[in-house]
């Protein structure tokens, strides 16, 4: 049996095309149905619905050979997993986000400390790092918009897509971070175990690959 770890929303929804290229159909919509163990037309092929951040964690202690998560998801996971594809789905970009009425590049020029809010500490802290500004970081589950709002941060690090979210909050997108993707990533032992048929389905996933 091979298992492939998938988080319900986009994850899912764009990683139904990649499956269906590879020979493979969900039995189940997982909007529809509660289940969280979901067959597949392939009778060795199962997919398990998990949080998008325990993802890496499943593929990484064996709970599934395989799985598909963000870049952002995987840098604040760390290593242990193998990554042979990306994925090219699920595309949006990691940003620092202000108020409009904060000067971000003053604080920038002047070395001041700014307090930067966001879920993806690790991310965060090695940018600031690299670019020698000093930085709080705060750490947040969601809704990392209303920080500045409140007073609580004077910076986001947060994903951005169309900026629609940010501009509803009245914050501006002033640095990007980087370019986010969904990745395909793999338990090292599977690999081994199962190598002749994970090797297939990650071939198949790579000709399927949208550029
Ligand atoms: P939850 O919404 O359950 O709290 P989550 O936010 O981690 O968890 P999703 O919103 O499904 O889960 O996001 C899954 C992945 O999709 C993220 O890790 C990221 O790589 C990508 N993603 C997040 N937001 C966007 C976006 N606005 N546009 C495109 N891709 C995104
Ligand atoms: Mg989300």
């Known amino acids: ?13 764009d990683s139904l095309p990649l499956l269906k290229a590879a020979g493979i159909e969900v039995l189940e919509d997982p909007e529809k149905s509660r289940k969280l163990i979901i067959g597949t037309t ?9 949080r ?3 993802v890496p964690t499943y593929v990484e202690h064996g ?23 990306d994925l090219n789905i699920a595309k949006c970009r990691m940003s620092v986000a202000t108020r409009a009425d904060f000067d971000y590049a003053a604080a920038v020029k002047q070395g001041s400390r ?9 991310a ?9 500004v000093h930085v709080d970081l705060i750490k947040l589950y969601g809704s990392m918009e209303l920080a500045p709002l409140t007073g609580l941060a004077d910076a986001i690090v947060d994903l951005v897509s169309t900026g629609s979210t940010l501009r509803a909050n009245h914050l501006v997108e002033v640095e990007k971070i980087m370019d986010i993707s969904s990745r395909l990533v793999v ?10 048929p994970l090797r297939a389905l990650i071939d198949a996933f790579e000709s399927a690959i949208q550029p």
């Open 187 to 196: 338990n090292p032992a599977s690999l081994k175990l199962k190598r002749e």
């Open 52 to 54: 998008a951040t325990d």
């Open 63 to 85: 709970g599934a050979d395989l799985g598909v998560a963000g870049l952002d998801v995987l840098l604040e996971h760390g290593g242990g997993l193998y990554r042979p594809l």
């Open 114 to 122: 700014i307090r930067v809010a966001t879920k993806y500490t690790h």
């Open 42 to 50: 392939r009778p060795d092929v199962r997919v398990v619905l998990v």
């Open 1 to 13: 049996m091979i298992t492939l770890a998938l988080s319900k929303g986009r994850i899912f929804d």
């Open 124 to 132: 965060a802290r090695e940018f600031f790092a690299t670019k020698g």
